[in-house]
């Protein structure tokens, strides 16, 4: 769970926002489209990459029944790791292929999958990004003026609740399995300082306003930041999960479980606590699909329950009613709510589309507030 901070941490600590950050293969595409001219030139993580990938180099077994499925689906227009992973629920449902067989060739994309990384994300493409996000001060860009990223007539009421002499603690929650968002959301020296001045432990300034103005409203707050990885990282590859989100099967000894990634991550264990003290989500780079429904599940929760709100950030021009659709149709949990109650937490859920990665939060440009 977060941890709950007091005045025996921060000297004038008044009131403590958690805000869970939920960071997709978008964030990881959009770093290598920019950054990445190493040993993989052109390429990023994306689906469709991997798989020319093992085409290429011939890693991949011609009897792996995922490679026949993955060209099959690329076939027929199906290009996202979304898609990868419906593949393998769908193969579970067939009853006429083991789920011995399917687990033997999950584990071999693991394998697959880090030699790929290793090769996409080399410590260039990392010193590139290192030194481009330090100069420009993105990270402290994105926490601090995120709010900018939302249209002036947007109601949402996270502002409203915020003030000087808060605390905002930020989990990032990265499905990508690089260290890429570990890389940007780094506080270094040059954009942060934990004890700026002589006689005040402030250290961090919001700007609650989604306007921009020429006398902006600043806070002097607090600032702590997590990320964490709860589908694994490259560096250790046996820790990378391909899977699916299936409720019915995370207990016992159903053998469906050892293809389920909430089980094998433990997210009841280890993450569901966290939402319960969750006022603000933010999912960036995400394609909002049932793969993850246990996420959008919690949040879907407490939006609902508990008054949270969500910003979803979605790369394109799409409709901002059909963001906010997929949204509760991933929820698998919640197949059963009423019309009443799904309207209502769409009411507490905004979107912010961009074509350019030039948003505030987690974008790849300097923008117009020249952060101090």
């Known amino acids: 769970m977060f941890k709950k901070y007091d005045r025996e941490t921060f000297d004038v600590l008044r009131e403590q926002h958690n805000i869970m950050a939920l960071v997709g293969n978008g964030f990881d595409v959009a770093m290598l489209n920019k950054y990445n001219t190493g040993s993989l030139p052109g390429k990023t993580s994306t689906y469709n990459d991997f798989y020319e990938y093992l085409k290429y180099f011939r890693l991949c077994?011609?009897?792996?029944?995922?490679?026949?499925?993955?060209?099959?689906?690329?076939?027929?227009?199906?290009?996202?790791?979304?898609?990868?992973?419906?593949?393998?629920?769908?193969?579970?449902?067939?009853?006429?292929?083991?789920?011995?067989?399917?687990?033997?060739?999950?584990?071999?994309?693991?394998?697959?999958?880090?030699?790929?990384?290793?090769?996409?994300?080399d410590s260039s493409v990392l010193l590139k990004m290192n030194a481009d996000v330090k100069e420009k001060a993105l990270a402290i860009q994105s926490l601090s003026h995120f709010m900018k990223d939302l249209p002036d007539t947007c109601d949402i009421k996270f502002p409203t609740i915020t003030n000087h002499y808060d605390l905002y603690n930020f989990l990032f929650v990265d499905f990508c399995y690089t260290s890429l968002l570990d890389n940007y959301m780094y506080l270094d020296k040059g954009q942060f300082d934990p004890h700026t001045y002589r006689n005040a432990d402030r250290h961090f300034e919001f700007y609650p306003e989604t306007v921009l103005t020429s006398y902006p409203t600043r806070y002097s707050s607090y600032l702590v930041t997590d990320v964490?990885?709860?589908?694994?990282?490259?560096?250790?590859?046996?820790?990378?999960?391909?899977?699916?989100?299936?409720?019915?099967?995370?207990?016992?000894?159903?053998?469906?479980?050892?293809?389920?990634?909430?089980?094998?991550s433990r997210y009841d264990v280890r993450y569901k606590s966290y939402f319960e003290d969750t006022k603000l989500f933010i999912m960036y780079g995400m394609s909002v699909s049932k793969t993850d429904g246990w996420w959008l599940d919690q949040i879907f929760e407490c939006i609902s329950k508990n008054g949270a709100e969500l910003i979803i950030y979605k790369y394109g021009c799409e409709n901002e009613e059909s963001i906010k659709k997929q949204f509760v149709q991933a929820c698998i949990r919640h197949k059963n709510i009423i019309e009443a109650d799904v309207e209502e937490v769409k009411r507490h859920i905004y979107v912010v589309t961009f074509e350019k990665n030039d948003t505030y939060f987690l974008g790849l440009e300097e923008k117009e507030c020249k952060l101090i």
């Open 61 to 121: 077994d011609e009897n792996n029944i995922l490679f026949k499925r993955m060209t099959e689906d690329l076939l027929n227009g199906r290009e996202n790791w979304s898609d990868f992973e419906e593949t393998i629920s769908k193969l579970l449902e067939d009853r006429t292929v083991e789920i011995a067989e399917i687990e033997k060739c999950v584990d071999e994309f693991q394998a697959y999958f880090t030699r790929f990384l290793n090769d996409l994300v």
């Open 228 to 264: 964490i990885h709860p589908h694994g990282i490259q560096d250790v590859p046996r820790s990378i999960l391909f899977g699916v989100d299936i409720p019915d099967f995370n207990k016992g000894t159903s053998k469906e479980k050892r293809l389920i990634k909430s089980y094998w």
